[in-house]
C-alpha cells in the first residue's frame, strides 16, 4: 500500500486464508460501526500466478497448521494433487454424493453455468463455455472433481470503502448497504460440522 496515497493512517495487516478479504471487510465495518473511524477501505489482493506452479501450491498450504500438515493429509488420504485443500474439497464432495442423489455429472453442470457466465465478461480469466463431456473428460484431481471443477491459480485485487450511509450521502456517494455478515471459526472435519458451517452461512449473509 506503499504507493496508494494512503500513509499516515492506520493500517492493519489481515491474513486469513480464503477468508482474508471477508475478514478485512468485517473490521472495516466494525470500526465504522464502532465510530472508532468515519471511513474505512478493505483492500485485498493476491498474487498466485507464477512459472513455478509447486511454488503457489506451497503458499497456499501455509494456511494450513504446519505441525499437522503430514497427519491432515493422511487423514484426507491426499491423492498426490499437490493441494490438501483440493484433497479436502474432494472428500466434502464425496461426503455430499454419499448422502444425496447427486451425481458428478451435477457438479460438471455447476462448471458448465460458471463457464457460461465468465463467458459473457470480456475479464473473465478464461472467458468460454464448456460442456458436461469436456468437464467430466478433463483430469481428475481428487474425488470426482476434475480440473475445471477446481478454482484455478488466479492474480487479483478489490477494495471497498465502508461508511456510513450520512457520510455517503455528503459526499455525493451512491452506496450500497450490508445487509449481515457472519464470522465463525473452523469446526471439526465432519460431515455433520461441515453441514452445520454451510447452513449457518447460508442463513447468515447477505
Not at 485443500?85 to 455447476?110: G, K, L
Not at 460442456?131 to 471443477?149: K, N
Not at 455528503?170 to 452445520?196: I, M, N, T, Y
Request: glycine share 10%; aromatic share 4%.
Amino acid at each position: 500500500m506503499r504507493d496508494a496515497g494512503l500513509s499516515g493512517i492506520p493500517l492493519i495487516n489481515v491474513e486469513n486464508a480464503c477468508a482474508s478479504g471477508s475478514t478485512a471487510l468485517d473490521q472495516a465495518w466494525l470500526s465504522v460501526a464502532s465510530g472508532q473511524v468515519e471511513i474505512a477501505i478493505a483492500v485485498g489482493a493476491e498474487k498466485l500466478t507464477t512459472a513455478d506452479k509447486a511454488k503457489s501450491l506451497g503458499a497456499l498450504g501455509t494456511a494450513i497448521d504446519q505441525e499437522r500438515l503430514e497427519e491432515i493429509a493422511t487423514e484426507l488420504g491426499s491423492a498426490g494433487t499437490g493441494s490438501v485443500f483440493m484433497d479436502s474439497y474432494a472428500r466434502f464432495a464425496r461426503w455430499y454424493m454419499d448422502r444425496t442423489d447427486a451425481t458428478p455429472e451435477d457438479f460438471a453442470r455447476v462448471t458448465v453455468k460458471n463457464a457460461e457466465h465468465g463467458a459473457a465478461n470480456p475479464k473473465a480469466q478464461y472467458g468460454r463455455m464448456t460442456t458436461v463431456a469436456e468437464v467430466l473428460a478433463a483430469r481428475p484431481v481428487g474425488g470426482p472433481l476434475t480440473v475445471p471443477m477446481c478454482a484455478p491459480m488466479s492474480d487479483g485485487a478489490a477494495a471497498t470503502v465502508v461508511t456510513t450511509l450520512e457520510t455517503a450521502r455528503r459526499l455525493g456517494a451512491r452506496p450500497v448497504r450490508l445487509l449481515g455478515k457472519l464470522v465463525s471459526r473452523g469446526e471439526s472435519a465432519d460431515l455433520e460440522a461441515f453441514q452445520h458451517v454451510v447452513n449457518v452461512n447460508l442463513c447468515g449473509t447477505f
